[in-house]
């Protein structure tokens, strides 16, 4: 018909079509992610699941945190550097814990057992070197009374 407006509303099917391809496209990467995050309950105590099985080839994560940052983790066993402060750790999981040295300069370096049955997370509070007195140093004798 000569004369009539026809509004075609391809807007909103275009928006719904995008819309579904953006869910269609992160769907895998949000379904591959990891469904129990870290928490504060699971705090690398292992957990009394007695009828657990362990799966060398599944990764447990553990948050590290130190009080200062940046300190260096080296696992003990091997004196291997896993990282630095705050950092996300990954171990195969293990029925043996794992033990972490953490090291920052002008402080005492702490060890600590990490559980490797479940995620969990561990925070280390780092103490600072004593420093020493030195004993008062002696005057000389010639600036005595000059």
């Known amino acids: 018909m000569i004369g009539t407006t026809v509004v075609v509303r391809r807007r909103s099917w275009t928006v ?7 869910a269609a496209i992160a769907w895998p990467t949000v379904a591959c992610h990891r469904r129990n995050p870290i928490s504060p309950a699971s705090k690398s105590q292992p957990r009394p699941d007695a009828g657990r099985t362990i799966d060398p080839g599944f990764l ?4 590290t945190e130190t009080t200062p940052p940046e ?3 080296v696992r003990v066993s091997d004196g291997h550097v896993i990282g630095y402060t705050p950092e996300i750790v990954e171990f195969h ?3 043996e814990p794992v033990a972490i ?22 925070k280390v509070v780092l103490e600072p070197i004593p420093k020493t007195d030195l004993p008062a140093t002696k005057r000389s004798k010639g600036s005595k009374g000059h």
């Open 71 to 73: 300190a260096r983790m």
């Open 101 to 122: 040295r953490f090291e920052l300069e002008g402080y005492l370096p702490v060890t600590r057992e990490v559980s490797a049955l479940s995620d969990g997370e561990l």
């Open 93 to 95: 999981q293990s029925a």
């Open 16 to 22: 719904i079509g995008g819309a579904l391809t953006l």
């Open 60 to 63: 447990v994560l553990v948050w």
